[in-house]
T-cell receptor, first 114, second 113 residues
Framework: AQSVAQPEDQVNVAEGNPLTVKCTYS??????LFWYVQYPNRGLQFLLK??????LVKGSYGFEAEFNKSQTSFHLKKPSALVSDSALYFC????????????FGGGTRVLVKP | EAGVTQFPSHSVIEKGQTVTLRCDPI?????LYWYRRVMGKEIKFLLH????????ESGMPNNRFLAERTGGTYSTLKVQPAELEDSGVYFC???????????FGPGTRLLVL
């Protein structure tokens, strides 16, 4: 079975400060890892994914994530947060070559204060 | 290019009634998925279509839920009869290939009273 944990229900950060949203996963074999964001009254929007290769993945809107196999983590980061980054962030995992069913974490609400 | 669309955006029904949700995937995407988020919990997989065939329906909660994708284009998800615990947000996603990124629609918020 595969699972994802997002240990923080909410992250508060001041505008301009670095933003980190934590994600750890459990899956047998090699994982595909994803980050999605849900802005208020909008659907899930794809941010970035790790498939293979470089452990540092760059995505939309200045976000990046680092795959750490030994710690089974895939934390989302942004060097300088914007008020417009306030949203609900979801981490997801699936096994390579094992269908396309995504398993999501519970989500982390990010609040960026001006 | 239009994204995944879902209809309706909101639905409020009474327990025991029937509701049908519709999803139009991105044009050309053979793979279509349904997920739902209940009571603010994790987003859970319901099922996966490849064209008109059900590839994986392991997440369907019970036989009150029926998904179809006639002709391999749009899909419907019917809940009959609806129960209180069915309330939540139902998301649809599509991908071009089975290994490709899934793109999600805006979701349908279902409230069963």
């Amino acid at each position: 079975a595969q699972s994802v944990a997002q240990p923080e229900d909410q992250v508060n950060v001041a505008e301009g400060n670095p933003l980190t949203v934590k994600c750890t996963y459990s899956v047998s074999g090699n994982p595909y890892l994803f980050w999605y964001v849900q802005y208020p009254n909008r659907g899930l929007q794809f941010l970035l994914k790790y498939i293979t290769g470089d452990n540092l993945v760059k995505g939309s809107y200045g976000f990046e994530a680092e795959f750490n196999k030994s710690q089974t983590s895939f934390h989302l980061k942004k060097p300088s947060a914007l008020v417009s980054d306030s949203a609900l962030y979801f981490c997801a995992v699936r096994k390579q070559a094992a269908g396309n069913k995504l398993t999501f974490g519970g989500g982390t609400r990010v609040l960026v204060k001006p | 290019e239009a994204g995944v669309t879902q209809f309706p955006s909101h639905s409020v029904i009474e327990k025991g009634q029937t509701v049908t949700l519709r999803c139009d995937p991105i044009s050309g995407h053979d793979n279509l998925y349904w997920y739902r988020r209940v009571m603010g919990k994790e987003i859970k997989f319901l099922l996966h279509f490849v064209k008109e065939s059900k590839q994986d329906e392991s997440g369907m909660p019970n036989n009150r839920f029926l998904a179809e994708r006639t002709g391999g284009t749009y899909s419907t998800l019917k809940v009959q009869p609806a129960e209180l615990e069915d309330s939540g947000v139902y998301f649809c996603a599509s991908s071009q290939g089975i290994q490709e990124t899934q793109y999600f629609g805006p979701g349908t918020r279902l409230l069963v009273l």
